[in-house]
């Protein structure tokens, strides 16, 4: 196991201390205030308690760190839990996952749910790009998804390397079908130059906040990262999805 704990390279570097506050600062204060002395301008999108004593985490500038509670010390990396081989950052990369895109309403979304008889067991979150072969891929997959039970939902989130792809998720939602225009659009057929009022910009700006680079990503309903492998056969992506699940009701 290699270990990438380090602390920021500023600090190391020029000892930098930084000085505590008159007051009590809150948590969201602490690590602005301590990541704008080592960057400054950098956004800062989530704050949260860590398990780690003594530290907050944070993603800021779609990375993830931790940042000690007295605003003195920046951690970039990953910390285990060796007592219980545990990523901790993983699952605190999850939590926030889960929280941000519970605020992400069903107005904002493409679903493709199984139809009776077959029951909704699993729901994947799917950030995606309707020029990305990988995501087509995936998509031509649906039927077989929720022929297991998972309903899929997906989140426009057009890279920079395919221009245009903006325009193309832009033209699928305002579509008055946009189901069928999300299935046209990932099978190769151009779909229009339609424009509305949307969600693309909204939901690439929620991806980078998130550490999210690439697409498609999958997340399970905790937050969980699935690796696009898992996800090449509906089979595999419902064993995985009953082994998290699994997972979470015994933690729980």
């Keep these: 196991m290699r270990l990438s704990l380090r602390f920021s390279s500023a600090c190391a570097a020029f000892g930098l201390t930084l000085a505590a506050p008159a007051f009590a600062a809150s948590p969201e204060e602490t690590v602005r205030t301590a990541m704008s002395a080592l960057a400054p301008g950098i956004k800062v999108d989530v704050v949260q308690e860590s ?9 800021a500038g779609g990375q993830f760190v931790y940042v000690s509670k007295d605003g003195r010390y920046v951690v970039d990396g990953t910390a285990y839990d060796v007592a219980n081989k545990r990523d901790l950052a993983a699952v605190s990369r999850a939590k926030a996952r889960k929280i941000a895109l519970d605020k992400v309403g069903p107005d904002k979304r493409i679903v493709f749910a199984p139809k009776p008889p077959v029951a909704t067991k699993h729901t994947v979150t799917v950030f995606t790009d309707v020029d990305c072969p990988f995501c087509r891929h995936f998509h031509q997959q649906i039927a077989q998804y929720n022929a297991k039970g998972i309903a899929v939902d997906y989140l426009f989130f057009p890279l920079s390397i395919h221009p245009g792809a903006d325009k193309k998720a832009e033209a699928v939602w305002c579509s008055k079908d946009r189901q069928n225009a999300f299935t046209a659009a990932m099978a190769g057929q151009d ?6 009022p949307n969600p693309v910009a909204e939901l690439t700006q929620l991806a980078q906040s998130l550490g999210i680079g690439g697409t498609p990503t999958i997340l399970a309903p905790d937050g969980t990262q699935i690796p696009t492998q898992l996800a090449q056969s509906a089979d595999q992506l419902a064993a995985e999805l009953d082994r998290l699940a699994q997972a979470s009701a015994a933690r729980n």
Excluded at 51 to 59: D, H, L, N, S
């Design 51 to 59: 398990v780690v004593p003594g530290f907050y985490e944070a993603i």
């Design 191 to 196: 779909p229009g130059k339609a424009t509305c």
